[in-house]
């Protein structure tokens, strides 16, 4: 009597693992972890815009229609908060005092500068204000106006 023996062969078993290497290489290709880290950082970014108009937008509610006074009719990067020095950048502070409006000023997702955010703001000949974020990426405008 032969005794039959259980087992995969070598060839057996290299030809699952190069298939399964062939379905890993598709799978990473669909799902693009790159384009799915930039969509998810820019989508950061597009609230982070919101949060910091409507802070501005409840200021001025609160005063009598004022908005922060270093805020420009130049689109000009904010000021971090706790940052060392707010020169040359805007400074909304005032938004931070005490957590009513911010509790701090949201940061870009890729970092900003030392002491910037990387977000802009700037006061329309219209009145309105506009933040914009220029580190977006996948060649995406994100700004918002209110």
Same mark, same amino acid.
Request: glycine share 8%; aromatic share 4%; charged share 20%.
């Given at each position: 009597?032969?005794?039959?023996?259980?087992?995969?062969? +070598?060839?057996?078993?290299? +030809?699952?693992?190069?298939?399964?290497?062939?379905?890993?290489?598709?799978?990473?290709?669909?799902?693009?972890?790159?384009?799915?880290?930039?969509?998810?950082?820019?989508?950061?970014?597009?609230?982070?815009?919101?949060?910091?108009?409507?802070?501005?937008?409840?200021?001025?509610?609160?005063?009598?229609?004022? +908005?922060?006074?270093?805020?420009?009719?130049?689109?000009?990067?904010?000021?971090?908060?706790?940052?060392?020095?707010?020169?040359?950048?805007?400074?909304?502070?005032? +938004?931070?005092?005490?957590?009513?409006?911010?509790?701090?000023?949201?940061?870009?997702?890729?970092?900003?500068?030392?002491?910037?955010?990387?977000?802009?703001?700037?006061?329309?000949?219209?009145?309105?204000?506009?933040?914009?974020?220029?580190?977006?990426?996948?060649?995406?405008?994100?700004?918002?106006?209110?």
């Amino acid at each position: 009597m032969k005794k039959s023996e259980k087992g995969f062969t +070598l060839l057996e078993i290299l +030809l699952v693992v190069a298939a399964m290497a062939i379905l890993a290489a598709v799978i990473i290709i669909a799902i693009n972890p790159g384009k799915q880290l930039a969509d998810t950082r820019n989508s950061q970014r597009w609230t982070d815009v919101q949060n910091i108009l409507d802070a501005v937008y409840q200021y001025s509610i609160d005063n009598n229609g004022n +908005l922060p006074t270093s805020i420009t009719t130049s689109s000009t990067e904010i000021c971090r908060t706790g940052a060392a020095s707010c020169s040359g950048l805007v400074d909304l502070s005032v +938004l931070t005092a005490d957590g009513k409006y911010l509790v701090a000023i949201p940061v870009d997702p890729s970092g900003g500068t030392t002491n910037g955010t990387n977000y802009q703001i700037e006061k329309l000949a219209s009145g309105r204000i506009k933040v914009s974020a220029p580190g977006a990426e996948r060649d995406e405008t994100i700004e918002g106006s209110k």
